[in-house]
């Protein structure tokens, strides 16, 4: 292995070299003053405080074996029987704007199937008949799950892919039935 020489330059006299220890000769090295960045606290998502016993009910609507739902294409929709048929048109078209807005992005399908039954119970607890589900896009595990896991649930009346303003293809518009 070779020894890395000096790297002088070559307009660099002797002289100019002698001259410049000379001028640093009593010089110290500063010590360093600076405070180490802390690292910022992650931000958790939390869920909304609900009660175990209504977190278990609500899971208890959503089976992953349950295929209900079969996407057609571009946007979802899904209007429960008996129920107006007009309304996934409706939320297509932004007429009902959302209360409430649940984003699943990096979580499980475990995390979000969680989150989910927190968000119905969130909506029926607070008297909110509109919500947003953001799944994103990804690899479109949550994508296809999530529409799945609301068909099976008895308070969601309908829902639609989101208009743009509120994620499109990545989000989902919900409307709830409100219990008096």
């Known amino acids: 292995m070779l020894k890395a020489s000096s790297a002088v330059s070559p307009d660099v006299t002797d002289e100019d070299s002698q001259l410049f220890r000379q001028s640093i000769a009593g010089a110290r090295p500063i010590t360093q003053d600076k405070i180490p960045p802390v690292a910022a606290l992650s931000k958790q998502k939390r869920r909304a405080d609900v009660s175990a016993n209504t977190l278990a009910n609500d899971l208890f609507y ?13 946007s979802h929709n899904y209007v429960q029987t008996g129920d107006d048929v007009h309304l996934s ?35 029926e607890q607070k008297h909110l008949n509109c919500a947003c589900v953001v799944h994103g896009k990804g690899l479109g595990i949550l994508a296809r799950k999530v529409p799945n896991w609301l068909i099976q649930h008895p308070n969601v009346r309908a829902f639609h892919t989101a208009p743009k303003s509120w994620g499109k293809n990545g989000a989902l518009l919900l409307l709830l039935k409100i219990k008096a």
Do not use: N, W
Not at 62 to 74: A, K, P, R
Not at 95 to 120: C, N, R, Y
């Open 62 to 74: 959503f089976s992953d074996q349950y295929e209900g739902y079969i996407d057609q294409g571009g």
């Open 89 to 123: 048109g409706r939320l297509k078209r932004g007429e009902f704007q959302p209360q409430v807005i649940l984003d699943l992005h990096g979580m499980t399908s475990a995390e979000a199937k969680i989150e989910l039954a927190g968000l119905l119970a969130y909506c």
